[in-house]
């Protein structure tokens, strides 16, 4: 007679959640979750061209606000796994969303650079907290096989969100001005409240962080332990240059888009194409990932991300090309910053997974401090815009690198792991 191991809930096509909920109904949840977390961290993105007009300042006086996104992020990302397994999975998980929620809704009455940094810090803290939750509770309900495409899919809600967000962001801002896009923003998430709440507690995630309660390991130890360390440095590594580049890019598009003749109010579009981009690059990679695999998968969008740039710096397109072409950088760096929350998620035991994934997603967001704010400096400096493109080859290029070492140590020493 089969048994579900103790900690472990049923992987088959039957399972359902200990509240009720099919599998299929926290996927999406978590998702859409997700997908609010994306649309509000590049809220700011495309709200900077219209403000920088509106309070009379220049584009580059926002990296501010910029750099306090990520910082605030990056607190999140750190704190969520060990509050997690202090508080449960589903106090933090909600609590995050009402966080990010209510500081996205009081962004709304930022009145200068200051108000509007401090409220993205605040904001962002509830943005981090909430991925590496709605991730790993959705891959605990997936079956063994699937956790990586799960992962992945969750994972793209951020892409999407950004697609959403450059779609209706132009459109709210010319009838009901800049504030719409935050107030938005900040009410969805919190209508979503109760039933993330369900389903976190239904996954049974909370009853695998539960297991290591009273322990005196530390969880962020344990990330290098058992022959984990190499697989560690180097998924933190990749995600640190992955997201150096993307959030370059993500952040200043819409600004530098100007340059290549854009309205402001128009430019939300740019983050809508980047975002878009992601999203097609993520789903060609699930559909992929199995038969090529995940490092493969993710050299080939990396060298995909370095070829669109390239031509957007040096080649002498038309300004139809430039959109395309952005949607190009972003199925090539989004697949990036997606794939790195999937290898963490099959690198991982269950009771690992949210400090895991928090943790290299923490090491990603350092780099995206760093690219936005050497964004805003090239700008200050009076770089072009083809210019700032361009210098994000190089850490793409580091990535490439990184993802190779990786899959080189994973054939030569393959740490022994119970995923789960």
């Excluded at 200051?114 to 079956?143: E, K, M, N, T, Y």
């Excluded at 200043?252 to 878009?276: D, M, Q, R």
């Excluded at 989004?334 to 997603?361: D, E, K, N, W």
């Amino acid at each position: 007679m089969n048994k579900t191991p103790k900690n472990e809930l049923p992987a088959g096509p039957s399972w359902k959640g200990t509240e009720g909920m099919s599998r299929n109904w926290v996927i999406a949840i978590c998702f859409v979750i997700v997908l609010l977390d994306g649309l509000d961290t590049t809220s700011i993105a495309f709200v900077a061209p219209v403000l920088a007009r509106e309070w009379g300042i220049a584009a580059a006086a926002f990296t501010p606000a910029f750099i306090a996104t990520s910082i605030g992020a990056v607190i999140g990302y750190l704190a969520c796994g060990p509050l997690a397994q202090r508080f449960g999975s589903r106090t933090i998980g909600v609590g995050s969303v009402v966080i990010f929620g209510l500081g996205t809704l009081l962004t709304a009455v930022a009145y200068d650079i200051v108000s509007l940094s401090i409220l993205r810090l605040v904001s962002a803290i509830g943005l981090g907290g909430v991925l590496p939750i709605a991730v790993a509770a959705a891959a605990q309900v997936a079956a063994p096989q699937h956790k990586e495409t799960v992962a992945m899919l969750v994972a793209t809600g951020l892409s999407a969100g950004g697609v959403v967000g450059g779609l209706v962001g132009g459109p709210l801002m010319q009838s009901f001005g800049w504030t719409s896009v935050f107030i938005m923003g900040g009410i969805l998430p919190l209508v979503l409240v109760p039933a993330f709440s369900h389903v976190v507690a239904g996954s049974g995630l909370e009853n695998v962080v539960a297991t290591k309660k009273g322990g005196r390991a530390s969880p962020v130890a344990a990330l290098f332990r058992d022959g984990l360390l190499p697989f560690t440095a180097l998924l933190w590594l990749f995600a640190f240059f992955t997201f150096l580049a993307a959030f370059a890019l993500s952040f200043w598009i819409p600004t530098l888009l100007v340059s290549f003749g854009f309205e402001p109010a128009n430019t939300p579009i740019g983050a809508a194409a980047f975002g878009a981009g992601g999203v097609a690059g993520n789903l060609v990679m699930m559909t992929i990932v199995s038969r090529l695999g995940m490092k493969r998968v993710l050299l080939a969008a990396m060298l995909l991300a370095i070829v669109c740039v390239a031509l957007i710096g040096k080649a002498p397109i038309p300004a139809g090309m430039v959109l395309p072409l952005i949607a190009g950088v972003g199925a090539g760096l989004i697949t990036g910053c997606v794939g790195q929350s999937a290898l963490a998620v099959s690198l991982y035991p269950p009771a690992l997974r949210a400090t895991g994934v928090g943790y290299a997603a923490a090491c990603g967001r350092l780099g995206s401090i760093l690219g936005p704010a050497l964004g805003g400096a090239m700008l200050s400096f009076g770089w072009s815009a083809r210019d700032i493109i361009l210098t994000t080859i190089l850490p793409a290029l580091l990535a490439m690198l990184t993802v190779t070492v990786l899959g080189l140590v994973e054939r030569n020493r393959r740490p022994m792991l119970n995923p789960g």
